[in-house]
């Protein structure tokens, strides 16, 4: 079982910035895929980031509304897991959760959650 504890959220001006950090319990390079997600009040939770490590590659990838403005990127040293979020607007205010993959068969399935942490931008 993994345990993810998010921190670094907070409320924020419009085109402020925030930091997310995600402490994991395992190595991180034992997971098929880490990840952020978010969920904003009366939506669905949608994937925001991951990253994934196989081998010496690791693959970045993000969602449009994302792209350009957050940098997702690991600590293997610490097992920690971060978002910086730059140029941040009102409808990036959601709760983020960090998630971990776990292998199944062939498939990396999101297996594991965090407890979230609350950004909010006016």
């Known amino acids: 079982h993994v345990q993810l504890v998010e921190s670094g959220g907070g409320s924020v001006q419009d085109g402020g910035s925030l930091k997310l950090s995600c402490v994991a319990s395992v190595d991180i390079s034992s997971t098929c895929r880490m990840g952020w997600y978010r969920q904003a009040p009366g939506k669905e939770r949608e994937i925001v980031s991951s990253i994934s490590n196989v081998g010496k590659t690791t693959t970045r990838g993000y969602v449009d509304p994302a792209r350009g403005r957050f940098t997702i990127s690991q600590d293997k040293a610490t097992n920690t897991l971060y978002l910086q979020m730059n140029s941040l607007k009102s409808e990036d205010t959601a709760m983020y959760f960090c998630?971990?993959?776990?292998?199944?068969?062939?498939?990396?399935?999101?297996?594991?959650w965090g407890q979230g942490t609350q950004v909010t931008v006016s």
């Open positions: 998630a971990a993959g776990r292998r199944e068969g062939t498939r990396c399935e999101w297996a594991f």
